[in-house]
């Protein structure tokens, strides 16, 4: 009899644990990522696992980069303060799911905007923060110097689970070429391989083999073909389903670009509340009611411009001034003959 | 008194019901709140993406089912090699740790204990990585015999090829189905006569001269396509022709091999030493030569305190073969729950196929590796 109570009071506590975790199911439904952010005290932000000038953390655990800086302007917005960031390195492979299980809430991570991806498998994309294609890296003494000196049989390393596997697919069917891909999850060991020997050549974004080329052995050995074979705009990604906290996210990076373009920079946003031009006091809170229609403060767009930067500083910190990618190519604005375009905030 | 018994198995079965249906049901519930659909339709769609080593034909334009396959069939290759390289130097480690002579002894001893001692991971890295920076480019390479080629892009080898490929493999069917019988004929005729037949020659005769007469008669061809070099640019090579075997699988087998040979060796020591002393001294003195007492006194013993163990070692080594993944080798994980769920966004049901594969790959050895050990067990009367 003692035993058959013993079962009973194990049976009932497992109804318990069912039981709850049943009422959190119910809270979460309404899947309230502002609410539950503002609680805990930090963003929960998907970075790569060290792409410098993206997401690349330093020997003491800091992380920079354009991707980044992202998830800091959120956390500035919705926080107040652009250090309250919990960062979850992940790989190509595991970044989706991370973000739809709710591990992560923004996925800043250098990922291509696709429509299978934006509308089949739980994701929203908010935006472009960067305007990006895929190339070639190859040895400078192999007398290769375009993309039509591939032979076939020509080897090509590159990250698996990425749009680089489809876009190499695409790119050797469409010339006729044979070609060898040797796919590894993370892209250290990729880089690890193609200086070996391993690979004829490594592909993948443009920016990625610029910043990936200062982690080999003889960075110098090494060049990038002029060509492009894809489109590729990377950007922030959210969990489907929370169109307040998409709008934060995407609001939060268009407040970046804007800044730039109306001249707003961290060190001027300030004096710029006296500003003349009622665009500008609106970008930094001292005209119009934006906040609330985000469900933030009026200051949201004002800390993240002083904390962060606007989208040109973030650039030039993360991008130009390591030598990375010091021309802004297509990632210029549009005023200055490049493509960043973003509605206006009014 | 019955009911006493029974309540608590159907409330064990009810919670059971009752947990997989709540995770079920919340997975539902979730997906469709995120707007992830559900199904197995993706499996007959174009992949689109390629794969660098395939034991069947495959390219992007094949289904995600057949990525499957490529991946699936890549698992198994690269345990079988495993299994059997990890049994002959398992067996060989063990035997020579309980050697006299105390070099061996000491060597095996070593062995065993460094290589089970470290992450089987770190192994892998740094094998690929190890042979990688050891291995020359091809251009550079040193041919062995003349036809093979270790590079660092892979192993080249002579590839033959066949003429009516089919008959040459019905013929060594043939033959090993008529080894079978031979065998069980042998058998009954030492039961009922006790005279022994020499089956181990009519079996090697069989294998012989079955497929040799495929070649006479059945129009049997196969002629050797040796890999020849070849220039891709000014300063990178490959070779092309024959076949190819990726520095990834060569260096993932030998590391499973040598990591899983250790935990086999310790096993086949365990068995012979579980065989009592006497035993051997009895065999030996009813006259059985040392050969015959290895064979008919102490395997026979030792196999039985052997197989189960080793077992667990063999389906240990298969689920390690999914650390392939980090080296870029196409298995099951690095193309179908890599790839492929990337490429879909299905990754309930990818992982549940994956997952489901892998215990049928392992109750398959299991109940394969039970059927020999009832074999070899004693069969008390």
């Keep these: ?346 | 008194m019955n009911f006493k018994k029974i309540l608590p198995q159907l409330i064990t079965l009810v919670v059971v019901i009752l947990v997989f249906g709540f995770f079920s049901y919340n997975a539902q519930v979730n997906m469709e709140n995120r707007g992830i659909t559900f199904g197995y339709g993706f499996l007959s769609q174009e992949s689109s993406f390629d794969v660098q080593f395939s034991l069947i034909e495959y390219d992007g334009s094949h289904s995600y089912f057949r990525a499957y396959l490529v991946g699936l069939l890549n698992t198994i290759l690269v345990s079988v090699i495993g299994i059997i390289f990890a049994t002959i130097i398992g067996v060989v480690v063990g035997i020579a740790r309980l050697s006299s002579n105390y070099l061996i002894e000491r060597t095996a001893a070593i062995y065993v204990e460094f290589f089970r001692n470290i992450p089987l991971l770190l192994q892998i890295f740094f094998w690929y990585f190890a042979a990688l920076r050891a291995l020359p480019l091809p251009e550079k390479a040193e041919p062995m015999f003349g036809v093979f080629f270790l590079t660092i892009k892979g192993f080249f080898i002579p590839a033959f090829i066949w003429n009516n490929l089919d008959i040459f493999i019905y013929s060594v069917i043939a033959a090993i189905i008529a080894i079978i019988f031979v065998r069980a004929y042998a058998k009954k005729k030492q039961e009922n006569e006790g005279t022994q037949t020499p089956v181990l020659l009519i079996s090697i005769g069989f294998l012989i001269i079955l497929p040799l007469l495929s070649f006479l008669l059945g129009g049997v061809d196969a002629s050797i396509e040796i890999p020849v070099i070849e220039q891709l640019s000014k300063t990178s090579f490959t070779y092309k022709g024959g076949l190819k075997l990726p520095p990834e699988l060569i260096s993932l087998a030998l590391a499973l091999s040598l990591y899983t040979a250790t935990f086999i060796a310790e096993c086949v020591r365990a068995g012979v030493q579980g065989v009592s002393k006497g035993q051997k001294e009895a065999a030996a003195s009813i006259g059985l030569t040392p050969n015959q007492v290895l064979k008919l006194v102490v395997m026979p013993q030792a196999l039985r305190i052997i197989i189960p163990p080793t077992t667990n070692q063999y389906l240990n080594l298969t689920k390690n073969s999914s650390l392939a993944a980090a080296i870029a080798y196409p298995d099951l994980v690095l193309v179908f729950a890599g790839t492929a769920l990337m490429q879909t966004g299905r990754a309930i049901e990818i992982v549940s196929i994956t997952m489901l594969t892998y215990l049928t790959l392992s109750i398959t050895i299991s109940i394969f590796m039970n059927w020999y050990n009832k074999k070899i067990a004693i069969k008390e009367k």
């Design chain 1, 1 to 346: 009899m003692f035993k058959l109570v013993k079962r009973l009071t194990s049976v009932v506590a497992m109804f318990a644990v069912l039981f709850t975790f049943t009422t959190e199911t119910m809270a979460a439904k309404k899947s309230k990522t502002l609410k539950n952010t503002q609680k805990k005290g930090f963003v929960r932000c998907g970075v790569s696992q060290g792409l410098p000038g993206f997401s690349n953390a330093d020997a003491a655990g800091n992380w920079t980069g354009v991707d980044v800086d992202v998830c800091r302007a959120v956390a500035a917005a919705v926080l107040g303060d652009a250090s309250k960031v919990k960062f979850t390195p992940l790989s190509a492979k595991e970044r989706f799911t991370a973000l739809t299980s709710n591990e992560i809430d923004i996925l800043s991570r250098n990922t291509t905007w696709t429509l299978s991806r934006d509308a089949d498998i739980g994701l929203t994309f908010v935006g472009v923060n960067f305007y990006d294609g895929q190339g070639f890296m190859v040895r400078k003494n192999s007398g290769i110097s375009s993309v039509n000196d591939f032979k076939a049989g020509v080897s090509a390393c590159t990250n698996l689970g990425t749009t680089t596997e489809l876009n190499m697919r695409d790119f050797f069917n469409s010339k006729g070429i044979k070609y060898e891909p040797v796919t590894f999850e993370k892209a250290d060991e990729v880089v690890a391989a193609y200086d070996a020997g391993r690979c004829d050549t490594y592909t993948t974004d443009k920016s990625g083999l610029a910043a990936q080329r200062i982690k080999l052995s003889n960075p110098d050995d090494h060049m990038v073909l002029p060509e492009t074979i894809s489109k590729e705009p990377l950007g922030p990604v959210v969990r489907q389903g929370d169109s307040v906290w998409e709008d934060i996210v995407r609001w939060s990076l268009n407040t970046m670009i804007e800044a730039e373009e109306y001249g707003v920079t961290s060190a001027n946003a300030d004096s710029m509340k006296t500003s003349d031009n009622p665009a500008v006091k609106r970008l930094v809170g001292a005209e119009g009611e934006l906040g609330a229609a985000l469900g933030l403060d009026n200051e949201w767009s004002l800390r993240i411009i002083k904390q962060v930067g606007n989208y040109g500083e973030s650039y030039k910190r993360n991008i130009a001034d390591t030598g990375i990618l010091p021309d802004r190519g297509p990632n210029e604005l549009w005023t200055k003959g490049g493509i960043l375009y973003v509605p206006p905030a009014r």
